[in-house]
Structures are given as structure tokens and as C-alpha cells.
């Protein structure tokens, strides 16, 4: 049975840093696009960041270039999404998902999906 578990969400001020982590079981998950999406209160979930087994290639939504890393680490079936200079924008519930594609940032293209971590940025 295939799992994904996100933690690390929280509250943080205007400016502040999180660090999100994506714990995967159930195979092996070296020839996959590892993704991360958020979804706010009344928005569309939308992609964040996705890096591909391909040459490790990463791909970021404007939003967040800049701010916002993705990286894998495949012998422990992690992935992670370092966020820093977080703005209130950027408050929602973060999933992490795993595609078969060798890059895509189409959500529908991702087969397996967290249950979400809440991210707030307030003062």
C-alpha cells in the first residue's frame, strides 16, 4: 500500500522559514516526479514545486521561484520543500504527491497524494 505523509507545517511569521517533509512507502519511488502542491481556502490547488528523476531537474510556479527549494532524497524515501521569506500569500494546506511522469506540473498527472499539512504565515 502506497503512503505519503507530509509534516512540518505550522504557523510562522511574515519573513519566516518552514521546512516541509514528504515520508513515502510502499515502493520503490526512484523513477518518479516528486511534487508539491497547496491549496488556500476557496482556491484551486495549485502546483508549487516538482523535481523530476531526470537529472534531477526542478520546476517552480512564479509564486515561489526564488524562495521555495524541492529536493529528494531517494535512499530514505524523502522529499522536501524548504520554504523561506514566507508571505501570508502563501498560506494553505501543502500535499506532496508522486507522478510516473519524468516532469509534469499538472496535477491530474500525479497518482499518489499526502493527506496535506496547514501552512499559516500571520502576524
Known amino acids: 500500500q502506497v503512503q505519503l505523509v507530509e509534516s512540518g507545517g505550522g504557523l510562522v511569521q511574515p519573513g519566516g522559514s518552514l521546512s516541509l517533509s514528504c515520508a513515502r512507502s510502499?515502493?520503490?519511488?526512484?523513477?518518479?516526479?516528486m511534487g508539491w502542491f497547496r491549496q488556500a481556502p476557496g482556491l484551486e490547488r495549485e502546483f508549487v514545486a516538482a523535481?523530476?528523476?531526470?537529472?534531477?531537474?526542478?520546476y517552480y510556479a512564479d509564486s515561489v521561484k526564488g524562495r521555495f527549494t524541492i529536493s529528494r532524497d531517494d535512499a530514505n524515501n524523502m522529499h522536501y520543500l524548504q520554504m523561506n521569506d514566507l508571505r501570508p500569500e502563501d498560506t494553505a494546506v501543502y500535499f506532496c504527491?508522486?507522478?510516473?511522469?519524468?516532469?509534469?506540473?499538472?496535477?491530474?498527472?500525479?497518482?499518489?497524494w499526502g493527506r496535506g499539512t496547514q501552512v499559516t504565515v500571520s502576524s
Open positions: 504527491a508522486v507522478s510516473d511522469w519524468h516532469y509534469t506540473t499538472d496535477a491530474e498527472n500525479y497518482i499518489y
Open positions: 510502499g515502493i520503490i519511488f526512484n523513477r518518479h516526479t
Open positions: 523535481k523530476s528523476w531526470v537529472g534531477g531537474s526542478t
